[in-house]
T-cell receptor, first 111, second 111 residues
Framework: DTAVSQTPKYLVTQMGNDKSIKCEQN?????MYWYKQDSKKFLKIMFS???????INETVPNRFSPKSPDKAHLNLHINSLELGDSAVYFC??????????FGQGTRLTVV | GEDVEQSLFLSVREGDSSVINCTYT??????LYWYKQEPGAGLQLLTY?????DMKQDQRLTVLLNKKDKHLSLRIADTQTGDSAIYFC???????????FGKGTRLHILP
């Protein structure tokens, strides 16, 4: 059973479209995250949620809206996609006294 | 600041030991991690060390933590071609569970 799973794995879409990436964890963790990995492979935190509450929002354009329907899910919705949004997006989860686990990533390509 | 610093490149001959160094900023960090990323793949948690430890060994991997200098290192013994990847150092900040990544060290194996 995959601990942190993201869908889709690949997403190719046109500029201006709206898309969502889903993330689910089956570890019972309270905290979930979204990270963006750019073309230079640098990893930057975007958001974190703890028990469905937004904790960290790191200067991300408001076209990006995370949604946490329950503590096992953290979805990322992106409006009006731009070329610069092309990246790999990683979801992660962490328990209060555990290490962090990452999903396999979603490669988003905006054309 | 919140930087985790590591050198961007390291070249090592096959069979030698690789040592990847990292410095972090938050003295109250709880977990310190090493992740491995192969081309086109996700983030693989290689190992982690809890902040009350100073060393952890797991087969070919040795992690050393110097809390006074906020320095973390990863030693890979008997480096193999399959170890060629980007290695990310990361810390979990205690106050908000934010996971901060270094920019990654690209390990290149020479024949």
């Amino acid at each position: 059973d995959t601990a942190v799973s993201q869908t889709p794995k690949y997403l190719v879409t046109q500029m201006g479209n709206d898309k969502s990436i889903k993330c689910e964890q089956n570890l019972g963790h309270d905290t979930m995250y979204w990270y963006k990995q750019d073309s230079k492979k640098f990893l930057k935190i975007m958001f974190s949620y703890n028990n469905k509450e937004l904790i960290i929002n790191e200067t991300v354009p408001n076209r990006f809206s995370p949604k946490s329907p329950d503590k096992a899910h953290l979805n990322l919705h992106i409006n009006s996609l731009e070329l610069g949004d092309s990246a790999v997006y990683f979801c992660a989860s962490k328990g209060q006294y555990t290490e962090a686990f990452f999903g396999q990533g979603t490669r988003l390509t905006v054309v | 600041g919140e930087d985790v610093e590591q050198s961007l490149f390291l070249s090592v001959r096959e069979g030698d030991s690789s040592v990847i160094n990292c410095t972090y900023t938050d003295s109250s960090s709880t977990y310190l991690y090493w992740y491995k990323q192969e081309p086109g793949a996700g983030l693989q948690l290689l190992t982690y060390i809890f902040s009350n430890m100073d060393m952890k060994q797991d087969q070919r991997l040795t992690v050393l933590l110097n809390k006074k200098d906020k320095h973390l290192s990863l030693r890979i013994a008997d480096t193999q071609t399959g170890d060629s990847a980007i290695y990310f150092c990361a810390e979990t900040q205690n106050r908000d569970d934010k996971i901060i990544f270094g920019k990654g060290t690209r390990l290149h194996i020479l024949p």
